[in-house]
């Protein structure tokens, strides 16, 4: 079954600092992965996805990710934090199937220090 | 161009009480979604439907009902609600290859 495992619970990152989130995901077959946040008591906001081809993959608000097959791995990256980064971060995997089903770690909440 | 509505945005019931969200989008999306936030629990699915009339169960469906009588709707039900039903709620739609999710704003749900 598909799973995603995001190992970081909660982060904390002086502003300006670099930043990246793990995600870890089991899928058999090529995954559709995405990240999204959520600013709180907000509703979820797409960051990135990746289907296919380049492997980095650039979304809103200055975040990237790599999608590394070798690894299981889509990591979230960002090179300088600002402030309004705060939030909660969601990894997710396009389910197999024609139900379009997502399936969603655990949540990684990201603090930032002035 | 509202996207996905789900109404109450909050609600805060007694144990035994029954409610329904109610979750609508205006973007003629085959498929819906019920999701669960709790802490550090991720988003879980509920219930889902891949078109009128159709609904399947999710991950953790016990203790909730939905329908999905007309395209535009999916309502969850809570037939008789328990503390562990406390939860913020989420409602989402695609359409087939869309391979990402519209999502509603949320509601929080409070049972005492």
């Known amino acids: 079954a598909q799973s995603v495992t995001q190992p970081d619970i909660h982060i904390t990152v002086s502003e300006g600092a670099s930043l990246e989130l793990r995600c870890n995901y089991s899928?058999?077959?090529?995954?559709?992965l995405f990240w999204y946040v959520q600013s709180p008591g907000q509703g979820l906001q797409l960051l990135l996805k990746?289907?296919?081809?380049?492997?980095l993959v650039q979304g809103i608000k200055g975040f990237e990710a790599e999608f590394k097959r070798s690894q299981s791995s889509f990591n979230l990256r960002k090179p300088s934090v600002h402030w309004s980064d705060a939030a909660e971060y969601f990894c997710?995997?396009?389910?197999?199937?024609?139900?379009?089903?997502?399936?969603f770690g655990q949540g990684t909440t990201l603090q930032v220090k002035p | 161009n509202a996207g996905v509505t789900q109404t109450p945005k909050f609600r805060v019931l007694k144990t035994g009480q029954s409610m329904t969200l109610l979750c609508a989008q205006d973007?003629?999306?085959?498929?819906m979604y019920w999701y669960r936030q709790d802490p550090g629990m991720g988003l879980r699915l509920i219930h889902y439907?891949?078109?009128?009339?159709?609904?399947a169960k999710g991950e953790v469906p016990d203790g909730y009902n939905v329908s999905r009588l007309k395209k535009q709707n999916f309502l969850l039900g809570l037939e008789s609600a328990a503390p562990s039903q406390t939860s913020v709620y989420f409602c989402?739609?695609?359409?087939?290859?869309?391979?990402?999710?519209?999502f509603g704003s949320g509601t929080r749900l409070t049972v005492v």
């Open positions: 997710a995997v396009h389910g197999s199937g024609n139900t379009g089903k997502l399936i």
């Open positions: 899928y058999g077959a090529t995954p559709y």
């Open positions: 990746y289907f296919s081809g380049d492997t």
């Open positions: 989402a739609s695609s359409y087939p290859g869309q391979k990402g999710y519209t």
């Open positions: 439907s891949v078109g009128e009339g159709t609904t």
């Open positions: 973007m003629n999306h085959e498929y």
